[in-house]
């Protein structure tokens, strides 16, 4: 049988999965990798130990499927980690460089301080100025690493995130590319003009020969060379940044479709469609894959701390076992009790964006039990993505017809049916919830020709349970409202008018 490949390179684990004809899994592995955390705030990977992750996942699927044929490989990626590698032996500089790594949070609130580079940046890239993304981590890694300055006065360094690196091991060092919706999280991204930005590479000190070509997102990216499992000849033809890769696998393919990934922390995207919305500042503009190979605009929201709440009331508090049973917890009382928790357990994300928030319980009276506080944490998973969808409706004037759900936290019911509530919209459950590999395996489904259209594989993206909303408005409204005040008081500078207007 014919095969798609899909990699997805997480964070903390690489995943493979194989897709047949119809677009259903055939085979998968998974293995973790180590992290590194050299100093408080500080966290890497070691980019072999990554390349190692997948090689052994390729052997895995493999060995599980040995009839299966590979005809195309797609890649999603964590993003925006910043991988550094000399070209004439292929071997890393240094570490990855991990998107959580705050190492170069001084140098980029103090270009937050200089407005005039704080606007540029927001207007090239539509990005707010952040250690979150790759260029301040590449620049730190030219002004702090010996080996890398000798390789760049050697014309030798080749910067890029960890699709790139993948790329340049499976093509044997062949390929050093990147797409759209990578290159849109390294801040370095003009996503008006499509190509690298000349003033963000000075003012990073960036070379542009050390930085990837950048392609659409599917279409060819080389072939592997064989020796890692798989054999030679075969075409890399899908690339994603991951949460970019789970949005085309839910099939927001037309504007105003949107998903919402429900896992430690949670990512809302939106389609915003082939121009770039005008934005109020309050989310991320960045790119998304379109079905036409154009790119398209996605607005995103990121909620930093989602199921870690759950997370946190099971494993700080000891309120709950398992976060499976919060679904049972949170049934048990008929309602919150007045009680609301805002998770800003490492401050607040969009469209708050208030670093130095933190999370407060509020509402709470003599009746309070545990059920009503992990009631509290579910529910807040709900109102953060309303925060965030509201905003996006207002910055993109698109309403969301529905929104998908995605992720660990979305096997809960409760939530999943909260959620409908809240938003006053449906909340739709695919039966595989593997969405970042299989829109990587969609891309490169298209970008080969395996698949001729999107029409082809959507079917296969099953809904598990469409959750309708049965909650009347204007009870769901008063709800809504009490969170605004419960995040009034949580916000540390109080920068929407104070918590007056809360009792
Ligand atoms: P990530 O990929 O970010 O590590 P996952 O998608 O694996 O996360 O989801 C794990 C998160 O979801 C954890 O924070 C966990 O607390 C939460 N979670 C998992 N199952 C449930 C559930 N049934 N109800 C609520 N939260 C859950």
Redesign the pocket.
Known sequence: MECVLAIDQ???GSRVVLYGPDGGRVASAYREFPQYFPRSGWVEHEPLEIWASVVECLKNVLEQAPSVSVTCIGIANQRETAVAWDARTGESLHNAVVWQCRRTAERCSALNKDSGMREAIRRITGLPVDAYFSASKFEWLLQNVPRMRASAEAGCLRFGTIDSWLLWKLTGGQTHATEHTNAARTMLFDIDRLCWSDELMKEFGVPRWALPEVQSSWGRFGSTVGGYGLPSGIPITGVAGDQQAALFGQACFTPGAAKN?????AFVLLNAGERRPAGDRRLITTLGCGVSGRPVYVLEGAIFS??????WL?DGLNLLDS??S??RMARAVPDNGGVYFVPALVGLGAPYWDPDARGTIVGITRGTTKNHIVRAA?ESMCYRTKDVTDAMAGDSGLAIPELKA????S??DF?CQFQADVLGVTVVRPKDVETTARGAAYLAGLGSGFWSDVSQFSDALSIDRAFDPVMPAEQSGKLYEEWACAVRRTLSAYPHGGHSTCR
Not at 406 to 409: H, I, L, N
């Open positions: 997480g964070t903390t990934t429900y896992g430690t922390g989602a199921g870690a709440a759950i997370q099971r976060a499976d919060s679904e579910l995605d992720g660990g936290a096997a809960n939530l």
